[in-house]
């Protein structure tokens, strides 16, 4: 009896290990009905300033508001690192910032350590049967030959410097930054996100035999803000409204915010705001020109799909790897702990779904690796730190995390709850906004006494440890802040 009973067990774990491996050798509706393709669609910098998140009144994005209205908008979906890289690292990885210590721009690929080797996202989907393609900005910091079996069309990971960057302001002293705007060049096709579009059409409309893994990364809003004409044109600068702020936004906050966030290279508001805002509305038109022209390279993207083969049986993510501010806390920059540089736009769309929902819960760009592998039906990685967001696709009221993190630079956090965002700097000094009656973080309510619970509560969620910065680390640094703070950590 017993032996019969372990025959069995063998049999059956046999059928198991053979079954998906076979199903997946080809495409057929069942199969990839069990396993859904992946279109994995990332952009660069782009904020808030998308219609369907309501950043700023005048964005035209169409296109990421009817992909918004077929599945899920996370409106409470963060980064865990406020620039490119970092961001990256961590959603490809699935780990945190403060596990893995890449808390700035790394210089070179983390799937060369054995810890990471063959376990970032594209990577894990390939050995579990998935065709794997990416074309533009993935990674950051190293090649997405590295990362997909299929990567083009250039296999750049990354803005080419030269060739198409050109600067409209010689005389200002952060042009050395790439922080510019203008009409250039004259038409789409010259765009390397139009050439990117191009190529994930093409491979949209090839016959695959196995579930696809496509990942298509645009570069733009990032700076520098251009495109051609007929995308300022959709924007008449007369018209353009700018963001609210306040002058005098930094005084209630510590020293220590005031210094980690200072961008000197970067435009500040002074200058924004000379002759009756005129570069603040030629920056706000650049931005939403920009956002208006990706919106149009992600729609026919997504056209493409719908005509394809493959449109029912495909799984859509679209997400930013961090935000930007466009003037508000005196800065036209990532590189931040509050929310204009930490939400992103995050939409997830199940195959065949066809019902627009919103969830406000606190979510991460973390939460994109076991979402995938969940969805998909692979086996789920045990490392990931995130959490699959089934549930709240299921249910957005589903019981969920109290807040989610954001790290910039060693030892400096802030955690988005759902109605928080509680900022711990490494000197213990902390800031504190309730977005129910302040969405723009003006008032910092870190020192009043009734919001001592509040503050206990999410000191809690902070992570527990910070691991010392990873040895691919090798930025420059932006600030004196940060020159003293790569010096204390042995950075350089
Ligand atoms: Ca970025
Ligand atoms: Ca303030």
Redesign the pocket.
């Known amino acids: 009896m017993k032996e019969s009973l372990q025959v069995i067990r063998r049999l059956l774990t046999l059928l198991l290990a053979v079954g998906p491996s076979a199903s997946w050798l080809v495409s057929t509706p069942v199969a990839a009905a069990e396993h859904p393709n992946v279109l994995f669609i990332a952009i660069d910098d782009l904020n808030d300033w998308v219609g369907c998140l309501g950043g700023h009144p005048q964005a035209i994005t169409p296109n990421i508001d009817r992909l918004a209205a077929r599945g899920m908008l996370f409106t409470n979906a963060h980064c865990q690192g406020p620039i490119c890289g970092p961001s990256r690292a961590s959603l490809l990885s699935g780990l945190y910032p403060h596990t893995t210590g890449v808390y700035d721009q790394p210089n070179r690929s983390l799937w060369e350590e054995p810890r990471f080797q063959g376990k970032l996202l594209p990577q894990y989907f390939a050995q579990h049967g998935y065709h794997t393609m990416g074309v533009g900005k993935i990674p950051h910091g190293y090649l997405l030959e590295e990362l997909f079996a299929v990567a083009g069309p250039k296999g750049s990971s990354g803005p080419k410097p030269g060739g198409r960057f050109h600067y409209f302001l010689p005389d200002v002293p952060w042009t050395g930054t790439q922080t510019d705007w203008g009409a250039f060049p004259d038409v789409d096709s010259k765009m390397p996100d139009h050439e990117a579009a191009d190529w994930a059409i093409d491979h949209l409309n090839k016959q695959h035999s196995a579930p696809f893994f496509l990942a298509v990364g645009f570069h733009r809003p990032h700076v520098p803000f251009y495109v051609p004409q007929k995308w300022f044109d959709k924007f008449p600068l007369d018209s353009i409204q700018v963001p609210p702020v306040?002058d005098?936004?930094?005084?209630?906050?510590p020293e220590i915010s005031r210094r980690i966030h200072e961008t000197p290279k970067y435009p500040d508001l002074k200058f924004l705001q000379d002759d009756d805002d005129k570069q603040f509305k030629l920056c706000v038109q650049a931005y939403l020109a920009c956002t208006t022209f990706v919106d149009h390279q992600v729609g026919r993207v997504l056209d493409a799909l719908r005509a394809s083969p493959y449109a029912d049986y495909t799984l859509i993510v679209l997400f930013s790897d961090h935000g930007y501010h466009i003037g508000e806390?005196n800065r036209v920059s990532k590189h931040g702990l509050w929310e204009e540089a930490t939400r992103v736009p995050l939409i997830v769309v199940r195959p065949n779904e066809n019902s627009g929902r919103q969830c406000d819960q606190p979510v991460g760009l973390i939460d994109l690796y076991p979402t995938l592998t969940d969805l998909c039906e692979l086996p789920h990685v045990e490392a990931n730190e995130g959490r699959s967001l089934r549930p709240l696709l299921d249910d957005p009221d589903a019981e969920w995390r109290t807040a989610i993190s954001t790290t910039y630079a060693k030892g400096n956090h802030a955690l988005r709850s759902r109605r928080y965002r509680y900022i711990h700097f490494e000197d213990g000094s902390e800031e504190l906004y309730d977005h129910e009656t302040d969405p723009h973080?003006?008032?910092?309510l870190a020192n009043r006494p009734e919001m001592g619970d509040i503050i206990m509560q999410l000191r809690k969620e902070l992570p527990k440890s910070d691991a010392p910065y990873h040895d691919s680390v090798h930025p420059g640094p932006i600030n004196p802040w940060y020159a003293e703070h790569f010096k204390k950590h042995g950075v350089n």
């Open positions: 306040h005098d936004d930094l005084d209630d906050v806390k973080e003006w008032t910092n």
